[in-house]
């Protein structure tokens, strides 16, 4: 199959209007100018590799859409998979919380829920649009996961799993006062409540003790099964070494532009929100995507919590910085596979899975279609199959008509 007249975007370069062939769900050929009789003609539009999605949280909030509100989690597992693929994802790390049940929290992200979800994605992988895998969140503090972590481990569920702590005082929430002002306007509650929540919160990290100990058996674990490990809401020197030390080479969302420095400094990836990134500002106000990839310290885009962000969030900064649109769409494809180990699929080239996403830019950046390993996986009716030539008299009397 030729897709011919598309801008595309490769690893180092742009070609300004080139065609890709496929075969048996992978890129044959390229080449640098159109082709006569291909079987989609893309009109110009951008053709960029397919999104790998490293840190996703919606499927939560899809099998319970309201807080006690729950849908079966195959159906809200199917429809965030339409959902990710219509928003140009491929490949999908679904981000779950084993954080324990909670005044926080809820069932939402308790031990059992998030077991019981990861179990049904992978009952469905067959059958799901998109490559989905599983990343786990582990709050450091919730040391009584550690033992069903090491089960999906060892039976190969786990694909990632980051190391956080979500105490207020420091990382994401080292603005206190700030955070008990958003649980407040979240909730509904005062500020007297919310203050006090916080605070049973604070104390319970301060009754934890050592954990040390545990993480450290929990990363020899994980880089026995392979297993990449990351860090999340990196604050300071200090936790970026100490994570290093534990294995992890991945930095999430670095709270400041020093944590994000020590961690390149130490060869460690960085992921940041493409909501981030689109916004250019941080919605619990730490460091900015923008600023971090200006620095020359951004290695990767995630959705986060908003995956139609991913796009315009790469076209965004692909006008910021030296390496235009090649380097911003990096960070979206060949940087996370690099990152996570997949080394069959992140660019258009020769070998690879044609895991592509054909786009606009004007009028409003959007995702017209998005192919996974070759197929087909989401079209909005606007990229039709182009005519063949012998059709073209059958087209102009009436008796031919697009599928």
Known sequence: MWLSDFEIVQRDRVVANGAVRIENGRIAEIRDQPVENADIE?????????????HGDMVEKEVEPRTGVHVPMQIGIAELDKKLASCGVTTAYASLSFI?????????????????????????KDDLLVDHRIHARFEVTFTPAIAMLQRLMDAGKLHLISLMDHTPGQGQ????????ARIAKERGMSVAMASEIVGQRMAGREGQGDVLNALQDLSARA????????????????????VHGLGAVLSEFPVTLEAAQEARRLGMHTAMGAPNALRGVSYSGNLSARRAYEAGLLDMLASDYHPASILPAVLGLAQVRDGGLAAAAALTSANPAAALGLTDRGAIEPGLLADLVVADRQPVARVRATFRAGRMIYGDGTLAPALKAERFEEAAAGRYRLA
């Open 223 to 242: 880089r026995a099964c392979g297993i990449v490990l990351a860090s999340h809401d990196d604050d300071t020197l200090e936790k970026v070494e100490l």
């Open 173 to 180: 929430y080292r603005d206190v006062e700030l955070y008990i």
């Open 42 to 54: 893309g009109g110009g539009r951008l053709l960029l590799p397919g999104f790998i999605d490293m």
């Open 100 to 124: 324990g049940a909670s005044v926080t929290s809820g069932v939402l992200r308790s031990e059992d829920h998030t077991s019981d979800i990861i179990e049904a994605i992978a009952g469905m």
